[in-house]
């Protein structure tokens, strides 16, 4: 599974808002980092990790929802729900496609045909799944999620910056 990055400068005296703006600043950033690769059914590492981080900034996202804008928030939230259900769409075939592999080699050569023709139809859903992924990652840009995200993480460090002034 894809490593959190640690969320520097994070400590428990840290006003709330300040310590949302921090730490969903670095989880946008980790769902993005994995974006370039994601596409590729060759190496199906970043729709995983690309996937694992949606799910931490979705926690992320809920856990400080008092700091961020309600109608700014609900549809960030909707869209990378949006994105994870897309590379979702494509990581269930990835992970039957590994298990094939390993069953396969352990299957008598008989067993071949069989196992070959339930292959193809997995990479065929493998290959909508992509689709459906690209789709999803033209969604997020042409939505500006991540431009949303940073204006998220600008909110909260603006209600930071006035709790502290209070």
Not at 111 to 134: C, H, K, Y
Request: hydrophobic content about 55%; overall charge negative.
């Amino acid at each position: 599974m894809a490593k959190a990055r640690p969320v520097e400068g994070l400590h428990a005296d840290l006003p709330f808002a300040e310590a949302a703006a921090l730490t969903v600043q670095v989880r946008a950033a980790e769902v993005f980092a994995h974006a370039d690769g994601a596409l590729d059914t060759g190496n199906i590492k970043p729709v995983h990790d690309m996937r694992v981080a949606t799910r931490r900034l979705r926690a992320v996202l809920e856990i400080y929802a008092a700091c961020f804008p309600e109608a700014e928030l609900k549809g960030v939230i909707k869209d990378v729900k949006a994105l994870a259900d897309a590379l979702g769409a494509r990581r269930d075939p990835d992970v039957q496609l590994e298990d094939l592999a390993v069953f396969a080699a352990a299957m008598d050569p008989a067993d071949s045909p069989g196992i070959d023709l339930f292959a193809e139809r997995l990479r065929e859903q493998q290959a909508v799944g992509n689709a459906v992924l690209a789709a999803g990652l033209q969604q997020a840009a042409e939505c500006d999620l991540a431009g949303r995200l940073d204006a998220l993480v600008g909110a909260a460090r603006a209600a930071a910056g006035a709790e502290a002034a209070a």
